[in-house]
């Protein structure tokens, strides 16, 4: 009798054994994970690209924002920042000034490139050395609005020299060195905004 309960026992001591190996190592990882995993899956289906959160922007509005002009558009929840160091508009002298836009709304923050005395489409030529690049763009959304700047970022950083078509004539665009600094500490402040601690 003493036999057959041996032969029906289940948890064996080298079963238990490795079962705890098992466990243990399974807790382990999945310990790991999730303390180390910084990049959670977004499942709620909610495009988060222009998202920003409370401390950056609040490192924005406290320390960054006294080195802009404010509008405020109440009815829409949002403020339009343009940097003071741009170039003032000039009547009949074409420009383009970038404005970062806070919605405060849905905590959100776009870029948007507005043409000051050219309308839309708007044509840019970006010289660097030997390379030289035409974009052609469209009034459009903030998606619109975000990949422009993506395609701009790169030759701004590089300090390319801009010029902008008007009624068929290039025009010399961001060419002094202060308006260059102003929109390149734009693009900064800006993708400093979007960034996810």
């Not at 409370?54 to 405020?72: E, G, M, Q, T, V």
């Not at 776009?110 to 690049?133: D, S």
């Not at 052609?136 to 801009?162: M, V």
Request: proline share 3%.
């Amino acid at each position: 009798m003493a036999n057959q309960n041996n032969k029906d026992k289940i948890f064996t001591p080298e079963l238990v054994k490795i079962l705890k190996i098992f466990g243990i190592a399974s807790l382990v990882l999945v310990l790991s994970l999730s303390f180390f995993n910084e990049k959670r899956a977004n499942n709620s289906g909610e495009d988060r690209t222009f998202k920003v959160n409370s401390s950056n922007r609040l490192f924005f509005l406290n320390l960054r924002a006294i080195h802009y002009d404010r509008k405020s558009r109440t009815d829409a929840k949002m403020t339009l920042f343009s940097h003071k160091d741009r170039k003032e508009a000039i009547d009949s002298i074409p420009n383009l000034e970038l404005r970062i836009i806070l919605n405060s709304l849905k905590d959100e923050a776009y870029i948007y490139l507005e043409p000051v005395n050219l309308g839309w489409p708007i044509t840019l030529k970006a010289v660097l050395e030997e390379n030289e690049k035409e974009f052609s763009f469209e009034n459009g959304n903030r998606d619109l609005f975000f990949g422009y700047i993506n395609q701009l970022k790169p030759w701004i950083e590089q300090d390319a020299r801009f010029q902008i078509k008007d009624s068929n004539e290039w025009q010399p665009l961001w060419q002094e060195q202060e308006e260059k600094e102003a929109i390149k500490e734009t693009l900064t402040d800006y993708f400093k905004l979007l960034e996810d601690h």
